[in-house]
């Protein structure tokens, strides 16, 4: 019998364990409901090969602190909820690994250039109703569906889609805001998001809204306002390049393209 | 309320801005002539204003500069503070400091150059 134990504890085992590191991660608390005070919480949590700064902020309020607030949902880079800085860069905290920030302490504030709700949670209310104001879908007088033909097809060639499909990917996070220069002095100022929509939908052959679109960016706090920095394209998760995007838009007003 | 489409006051802002290098480039050209001590001689500076072609060079990048440069001013204070008062309060400032300024300085090349300083 115990030559059989000796056997079983000699015998290599098949699974690879990643090796387990804590790192501390300091937390950025808030509520501007209650006080004006913001401070850091910190905790050490254990983290392994593929922990991300979400799994590792639902550690912290699983097991640490359940006050933490932060908004998060699909935790696969889809729905946009889990915007935060991290360590000082705008990134989705979902998309973050851990171990790629190279670094014992994370720190997670929430995003610049929006309102804080609590903690990690923004307030999404001025990106979207600026979204909404570029008129983000396809505008047309006729309809693909046909009351009397059935269905009509609205045909685009490869290279007609190629124009906007990057920017089809935005998935509406805020980052590119969070990281505009121009969206933290000027408040009226449209932003990344909305212009690269605008864009998307003016690039594409089977709308027909462009005009109107043009007019409504064509203003004292619009398209004019970017200073080009970039930063909205650096910090975009879905490979959107918003500051393209502006650049194409201002050759339409600049009467550089039809 | 928007007196001009911000497209058309962004093609004049980066049209003065080509002008006035033009027009600057120009000038510095016309310094090379002589000495620099001897460009900034009086007579030598009142001679250049009663050269017609010279005052008009002058007073275009006048306008241009002051064009461009108050529009700019006028950028820079609408990104700072928001407001319909005061961005209405900015953009007609800047027309009437602009025009002032326009004035002012064409009085100084016309005065000058009709020999009446």
Redesign the interface.
């Known amino acids: 019998m115990s030559e059989l134990n000796q056997e079983i504890s000699q015998e290599k085992s098949q699974t690879v364990l990643s090796p387990t590191k804590s790192v501390k991660l300091r937390i950025s608390r808030s509520n501007p409901e209650v006080n004006s005070e913001e401070r850091f919480d910190e905790f050490v949590i254990p983290v392994e090969k593929y922990t991300t700064v979400l799994d590792a902020i639902l550690n912290v309020k699983s097991h640490l602190d359940h006050s933490v607030a932060v908004r998060y949902s699909c935790r696969q880079a889809s729905c946009g909820s889990c915007g935060m800085k991290i360590n000082g860069k705008p990134a989705l905290a979902c998309f973050t690994k851990v171990v790629e920030l190279n670094t014992d302490t994370i720190t997670v504030e929430p995003m610049d250039n929006f309102p804080i709700v609590r903690d990690l949670a923004v307030n999404f209310t001025r990106m979207f109703n600026n979204h909404k104001k570029i008129m983000p879908y396809v505008v047309r007088e006729d309809s693909e569906i046909k009351p009397d033909t059935g269905v009509k097809e609205i045909l685009q060639t490869p290279e007609d889609v190629d124009k906007y499909i990057q920017f089809s990917s935005c998935i509406k996070c805020g980052l590119c805001n969070s990281a505009c220069p121009?969206m933290a002095?000027?408040?009226?100022?449209v932003g990344p998001q909305a212009l690269a929509q605008a864009y998307r939908y003016i690039a594409d052959t089977r709308d027909k809204g462009k005009d109107n679109r043009l007019k409504i960016i064509?203003?004292?706090?619009?398209i004019?306002?970017c200073h080009f920095a970039g930063s909205c394209s650096q910090v975009c998760p879905k490979g959107v390049d918003p500051a393209m995007g502006i650049q194409l838009l201002r050759s339409y007003?600049?009467g550089l393209r039809d | 309320m928007?007196i001009l489409?911000?497209?058309i006051?962004?093609?004049i802002h980066y049209g003065t801005a080509l002008g006035a290098v033009f027009l600057t480039v120009i000038h510095i050209l016309m310094r090379m002539t002589q000495d620099f001590h001897e460009s900034l001689q009086y007579e030598n500076v009142i001679a250049n204003y009663q050269m017609i072609g010279y005052a008009i060079m002058l007073e275009l990048l006048l306008i241009l500069i002051s064009v461009h440069g108050f529009n700019g001013l006028r950028?820079i204070l609408?990104?700072?503070r928001?407001g319909p008062t005061y961005?209405k309060a900015v953009t007609y400032g800047c027309i009437a400091s602009m025009a002032i300024l326009i004035a002012y300085g064409s009085r100084t090349i016309i005065m000058t150059s009709m020999g009446m300083v």
């Open positions: 121009t002095m000027d408040t009226s100022f064509d203003d004292s706090h619009g004019w306002r007003l600049l | 928007m489409r911000e497209s006051v962004m093609k950028v609408l990104e700072m928001q961005e």
